[in-house]
């Protein structure tokens, strides 16, 4: 695989990762079903697992200087996310409010924090491939 379809597929990830919160942000504004936004926010939640644990992996892969920094950022935005998770339990679920806070942080970290790193890891897959050829 190309080192650059890893930095496409990160990008194509944090859309996916928006999208959902985004849906979370309509689910739980319109209030109406709370299982339906319990379910969006369990999603939310499992998909972001699996791509935190992706990226930090890339970010070992091509040692990002920032990794122990961009990890604990990845730790707060779980712990965050877990909390939701766990007040959704129940009759109730988060608020429009709660969602909308979620939506801001994980903007806020893509737009930051993961833009730094996808930036870096360009470079380092453009300075990887030169090496390896002829
Ligand atoms: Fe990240
Ligand atoms: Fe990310």
């Known amino acids: 695989m190309n080192p650059n379809s890893y930095s496409n597929s990160t990008d194509a990830e944090h859309h996916v990762q928006l999208g959902l ?15 339906l936004t319990r379910e969006i926010l369990d999603q939310l939640v499992a998909y972001s697992d699996v791509h935190f644990l992706s990226e930090q992996l ?14 604990s950022d990845h730790d707060r935005l779980m712990t965050k996310l877990e909390a939701a998770k766990q007040y959704g339990d ?3 679920t988060i608020t429009a409010s709660e969602a909308e806070t979620i939506l801001a942080l994980l903007a806020q970290h893509i737009s930051t924090k993961d ?11 453009q300075h990887t491939a030169n090496a390896g050829s002829p």
């Open 90 to 92: 129940g009759a109730q």
């Open 115 to 125: 833009r730094r790193f996808v930036d870096f890891f360009r470079g380092w897959s």
């Open 58 to 71: 890339l970010m070992r892969l091509c040692g990002y200087p920032d990794y122990d920094d961009h990890m």
């Open 21 to 35: 919160a985004q849906t979370l942000c309509e689910a739980a504004g319109t209030g109406v079903d709370a299982a």
